[in-house]
């Protein structure tokens, strides 16, 4: 009897919390994010943290912000994705592919909550994906890689072997040899997203190599510390690194989650959201170039605005044929381009790609 | 003059007392951390240690991410007692997740109930030859286990890495590093409905039974304390070190592989390029936290879980960085490891002016 009672009380004390909590929620709308790294990268997680300071400056205290940071993709990303879920968030942006089968398996749990989830392809009524056309901003940096390189060799500090990253080096590839047809890439795979160790020694591995310019798809800005403490040029990933790298670097990639964020929280706010796929690039200013390092001469900077300008009014696709694979085969015909579709699967070099492609099959 | 000396016995009193002092410490220390940084500290305390168990759910997840932890320690804590120091389990845990896994990448469209079975012991058989590497270098060159077993967790993860990047990728997944997911007949059983709480758990509690009936009522065990406690007393009475070298490493080994195959079979339901944040190092701690007692392995790894989920906690309730929740369970371990050193070392203020007069 006295156990009984006891259990009563405590079930009573939890519906009360409960009761409590969720009082305490209808007032603002929690929006949640989820990051693969730290806030301090100051890469991917920083720019996608900037983005969701933007949603509070929007809204102020119509919504309140969480985050969890550094979550490991694997078993640990769906119990936190599930935490905020329960917890009543209304949007959760769950940014990093890794987290795309957590994102969707607790979105069919929660179908109350709306869900973001960041270059993956897995959508279902709850869930969205975004992700930016990072390659015409490469496309732009080639430009520049093609005519400030003095060796020939550009060097390029790779994450993953997966098609958003392939896509970024053949783009590189392709707008450098087209002003320098001698320009050799070296790609350096280090397997993760964040590790200024090993993102460093990459790039000293590869101005070892003979590279005097350093390009990165990794987070932290430690490959163009190294390139700028070895004299040798650098392009800034995420966001503006110059102020790690003054002289290096020539310029930046800078994703711009900012309004696309906040068109989502409005959305969801207005119940207007709907489950969509969102690429943006250049056009829609999620991609963005960093001002042009002074060191750069004026044609060079021509050059890359005038691919610039060309790729936002569609001039210019970086994927027009014709584009040679690795092995010299004709890939895509003159008067031809790649679509989305072969866009999203890519898993081939192009020509002047040095190294073998991790891939099986 | 302040001196630390080692007890002629271990301390019964203390073997109690410093838990209790650990976390007296603990909150003392962690209330000046959380008042300089303006959030309050009961709160804090409340986000990290009862928040993440508040409901059945949290209760579940505890578990689930302590099973890891709790397998590998086990085995570990074997060989720390014979003095076989295999900080690789990592790896093993790994290889654990390739052989298991790899049996449902290649019987994918396999529909039996021998599937599973059979991928738990091909992920014990997996973590076992990678422990077994480190044993022979030990008993035929005597090469130094720590390096070897170390070195061998770098060799697995890029080993998983080739795979899930290349024949083992999903054909329908666009080219991503990630394999088919695994099939229900490929998938723990849940033993709670609506949660991740899964079969391992019972896998975890089964390991930690088995190792205390060997240490206690087995020759093996009472060879494995012999040799570890006192090498040559061991070989004096004919224990074969070479013979413990090699079962603390196949033993530890298995259950790590068996944690591996867990975490795919299980809350992740798919091999991808990093399947585990760390489980085998933490496990080491997890071993030592526990005193190599399968009993304290079990409340250690869950304490460590506890830890890890209230990090999430406080991260998302006081927008706490995970700089700082990373400090908090740094204490937390430090303090429970530093007291414990009173178990079996004192402290002596002794002046030395009073012992020349």
């Known amino acids: 009897m006295k156990l009984k009672n006891i259990a009563g009380l405590l079930g009573a004390a939890v519906v009360a919390g409960g009761m409590l909590a969720s009082g305490a929620a209808s007032a ?24 969701r300071l933007a949603v509070e400056k929007a809204f102020g205290d119509k919504v309140k912000t969480t985050y969890v940071e550094s979550v490991k993709e694997g078993a640990d990303s769906e119990r936190v994705i599930r935490k905020m879920a329960a917890d009543g968030h209304k949007v959760i942006f769950t940014t990093s592919f890794g987290f795309m089968n957590p994102t969707v398996k607790v979105a069919k749990q929660f179908p109350k909550s709306m869900f973001e989830h960041a270059t993956g392809y897995k959508r279902v009524d709850n869930v969205s994906t975004y992700a930016a056309r990072f390659y015409e901003g490469r496309y732009v940096i080639g430009k520049i890689a093609g005519k400030m390189t003095k060796t020939n060799v550009i060097g390029y500090v790779g994450s993953f072997p997966i098609p958003e990253v392939v896509r970024g080096i053949n783009a590189t590839t392709l ?20 590790d200024p160790g090993k993102e460093g020694d990459a790039a000293k591995a590869l101005i070892d190599q003979g590279a005097d310019i350093i390009l990165q798809h990794t987070d932290s800005p430690a490959p163009l510390q190294v390139a700028e403490s070895r004299g040798v040029w650098g392009v800034g990933q995420a966001s503006d690194m110059s102020k790690f790298a003054a002289k290096a670097q020539l310029t930046a990639i800078i994703d711009n989650w900012d309004k696309y964020y906040v068109d989502r929280v409005k959305a969801a706010l207005d119940g207007t959201w709907k489950s969509e796929d969102t690429w943006g690039g250049l056009d829609s200013k999620m991609v963005e170039i960093a001002p042009y390092n002074d060191a750069i001469p004026a044609d060079v900077v021509a050059l890359a605005e005038e691919a610039h300008k060309g790729i936002i009014d569609g001039s210019i696709k970086p994927f027009a044929g014709p584009i040679k694979a690795q092995d010299g085969t004709v890939k895509v015909k003159e008067g031809e381009a790649l679509d989305d579709g072969a866009l999203l699967g890519m898993d081939w070099y192009v020509e002047g790609v040095q190294g073998k492609l991790p891939k099986g099959n | 003059m302040l001196r630390i000396e080692k007890r002629p016995e271990p301390a019964k009193s203390m073997v109690y ?51 890891p932890l709790i397998l590998c320690a086990i085995g570990l804590s074997v060989g720390f007692r014979a003095n076989v120091w295999n900080i690789g389990a990592e790896g093993q845990l790994t290889m654990g997740a390739i052989f298991g896994g790899g049996v449902f990448i290649y019987l994918y469209d396999v529909d039996s109930v021998f599937l599973l079975p059979l991928m738990i012991v091909m992920g014990a058989v997996g973590g076992a030859l990678w422990g077994a590497i480190p044993a022979f270098f030990k008993t035929k060159f005597n090469a130094n286990e720590i ?12 080993l998983l890495s080739l795979l899930v990047h290349g024949p083992w990728r999903d054909p329908d997944g666009f080219n991503f590093p990630e394999s088919r997911t695994f099939s229900q007949s490929a998938t723990m059983p849940i033993l709670w409905e609506g949660t991740r709480l899964h079969f391992g758990w019972i896998l975890a509690l089964l390991a930690a039974l088995g190792a205390w009936l060997m240490l206690a009522k087995t020759l093996v065990g009472f060879q494995v304390k012999v040799i570890g406690a006192a090498p040559l007393a061991g070989s004096y009475a004919g224990f074969s070190q070479k013979k413990i070298i090699w079962f603390s ?35 080491i701690i997890v071993a030592f936290l526990g005193r190599l007692h399968p009993v304290g392995i079990i409340l250690a790894g869950i304490l460590m879980a506890l830890t890890y989920l209230g990090g999430e906690t406080a991260q998302i309730n006081l927008g706490l960085p995970i700089a700082v929740t990373g400090v908090f369970q740094g204490m937390v371990l430090f303090f429970l490891l530093a007291c414990d050193v009173l178990v079996n070392y004192r402290f002596r203020f002794k002046s030395y002016g009073k012992a020349v007069s």
């Open chain 2, 147 to 158: 390096l070897t077993s170390l070195m061998l967790v770098y060799v697995a993860l890029l």
């Open chain 2, 249 to 283: 490493l196949l033993l530890a080994g298995g259950l790590a592989g068996i944690a591996g195959v867990s975490e795919v079979s299980g809350p992740i339901g798919q091999i991808l390029p990093s399947i585990s944040p760390g489980y085998g190092f933490t496990a």
């Open chain 1, 28 to 51: 603002q709308e929690k929006i949640g994010f989820v990051y693969v790294g730290p806030i301090g990268d100051h890469g991917w997680t920083y720019r996608h943290d900037i983005g």
């Open chain 2, 17 to 67: 007392l410093t838990p209790v002092l650990a976390l007296f410490l603990t909150v003392a220390s962690s209330t000046i951390l959380f008042s300089v940084l303006g959030v309050s500290p009961i709160e804090a305390l409340d986000n990290f240690f009862v928040e993440p168990v508040k409901d059945a759910y949290g209760v579940s997840e505890l578990l689930v991410k302590a099973t």
């Open chain 1, 175 to 194: 707008a450098a040899r087209s002003v320098n047809p001698d320009v050799q890439v070296k790609v350096a795979w280090v397997n993760t997203w964040y």
